[in-house]
């Protein structure tokens, strides 16, 4: 019985060393049946198990002709700096290109006529950014190549890239600038690496959305045209010529803020300037007025600075508006302060000259095309000068003009005295409308200048909005 019973004990373990070697194999078997290879897996350890991806696609080291197509679709501008001159663009770059390495024959491949592999698993062109700039750094959304039987390779990356672009903001807001985009292989040559657009090497337009279909528009540029050419370059280092892509892209800013903001208030506040010659002959209001206005002016230009800094070198055409309206400005109160003049110095008993006289006054042509009325007297050259002086100092009326050759006979002492008197009444009285006369053709020759100086200086504003913001 107890022999019975050690026997059955030292049987147990042969038993559990059995069932555990039993386990070991069967999932070695499971484990074989689930990694099983299939088509897909042998094409592609077929095809990477000689390839090199440091070398040209070619079965012929030395052979020539190699091309690689380019083509751009669904462009988007992102950034257009103005204080470092870049540009950043986003698109889907497709590139095509056959690699006589990565044939194979689909009836041993279960019928597999394309495969995708990683890019960084084959050799890729070379295609560097030229004029990359290194404010904004590029990248590139990595895709997967699509590889066809007959070794036809095409890679479309969606890529982002900032380059360097010289602005001319001399029109702003109403600028439009052109940007070039150039790119190629940095080391082959034309002969080992060409590049064509689209199959072709003649200029093409690159098609862009229209603002309002396209999602993601820049808010204050629009992409008005993209043209790609191709370019051949010889450099004195080396005999062969190489090859790049040109993109140009032909971006307008979009100035509706602008133009509410910037443009109109100051195109209205330069048609206020001449208004000032039309307000009554007060040399204060007139002042205030001026001064009110280049105030506003200063204003608008502070307001403009916080809002739109504007950190370039180049000078605007709107900076240059405002400063020919304040110069515009400066004059007006020069001239005001003129004709103020003016038309005091008949209060100062200042004779009139001919000429001026003549030219405000007696010429009606001058007067009809000033719109002012041609119904005032007409100016009466005296015979001889007018001394205003001796019309103050002299005690002896008897000399006034008009006045000399009147005899007035007397007989009687009282007579004398009544007829000096008399003399001396009629002189005053000729005094008097001299100085009122005198004083009415300074203040009509003011207002003929006045009138002058507003159509003057409504012309210039015309001019320099024309010629600047508009």
């Known amino acids: ?32 049946y689930v990694f099983t290879e299939n088509d897909e897996d042998r094409l592609y350890k077929d095809m990477m198990k000689y390839y090199v991806k440091s070398s040209r696609p070619v079965l012929v080291s030395n052979s020539t002709g190699f091309n690689v197509d380019l083509v751009f679709s669904n462009p988007r501008l992102e950034l257009l700096e103005t204080s470092t001159d870049t540009m950043t663009i986003s698109f889907y ?8 390495r990565l044939q194979w024959n689909v009836s041993e491949y279960g019928n597999l006529k394309t495969i995708r592999v990683p890019p960084d698993s084959i050799w890729m062109p070379e295609m560097e950014v030229f004029n990359v700039s290194p404010f904004h750094p590029s990248s590139t959304m990595v895709s997967n190549v699509l590889v066809s039987s007959t ?30 985009l150039k790119m190629g292989p940095w080391t082959y040559s034309s002969l080992h690496q060409n590049i064509t657009y689209h199959g072709k090497t003649e200029p093409q337009n690159i ?38 892509l040109a993109v140009n892209i032909t971006v307008s800013r979009v100035a509706s803020y602008y133009r509410l903001a910037l443009v109109g208030p ?18 204060t209001s007139r002042t205030n007025y001026g001064m009110l206005l280049l105030m506003t002016m200063t204003v608008m230009l502070i307001v403009f600075q916080e809002a739109v800094p504007f950190d370039h070198a180049t000078i605007p055409v709107i900076v240059v508006f405002y400063f020919a309206i304040f110069v515009l400005q400066f004059f007006s109160i020069l001239c ?135």
């Not at 100051?266 to 040399?283: E, G, T």
């Open 336 to 470: 005001c302060v003129l004709t103020g003049n003016l038309r005091h110095r008949g209060a100062r008993r200042k004779p009139l000259p001919a000429w001026l006289g003549s030219l405000c006054i007696q010429s009606r042509g001058l007067r009809r095309c000033l719109c002012l009325d041609s119904n005032f007297p007409v100016f009466q050259e005296p015979d001889t000068p007018m001394n205003i002086r001796l019309l103050e100092e002299s005690q002896d009326l008897a000399q006034d003009t008009g006045l000399d050759n009147v005899d007035i006979a007397v007989t009687e002492e009282h007579f004398r005295d009544v007829a000096n008197n008399t003399k001396i009444m009629a002189g005053k009285v000729i005094r008097e409308s001299t100085y009122e006369k005198l004083a009415r053709d300074w203040q009509e020759v003011g207002r003929c200048l006045d009138r002058i100086f507003f159509l003057l200086f409504l012309l210039l504003i015309i001019i320099v909005a024309l010629s600047t913001v508009l």
């Open 207 to 244: 098609f862009v959305e229209e603002p309002g279909y396209s999602t993601g528009a820049h808010p204050q540029w629009t992409i008005d045209k993209m043209v790609a050419f191709i370019q051949h370059t010889k450099y004195q280092c080396c005999p062969d010529s190489y090859v790049n």
């Open 151 to 180: 070794g036809f390779v095409t890679y479309m990356p969606t890529k982002t890239i900032s380059f360097y672009c010289p602005l001319d903001l001399s029109k702003f807001p109403y600028d439009t600038q052109t940007c070039v």
């Open 93 to 100: 770059h497709l590139m095509t290109w056959q690699d006589a």
């Open 1 to 32: 019985m107890v022999g019975s019973m050690g026997s059955n004990s030292s049987s147990w373990p042969k038993i559990f060393l059995g069932i555990y070697i039993l386990s070991i194999l069967s999932s070695a078997a499971a484990g074989q």
């Open 266 to 283: 100051s195109v209205f506040l330069a048609i206020l300037i001449p208004v000032v010659f039309l307000l009554p002959p007060d040399q």
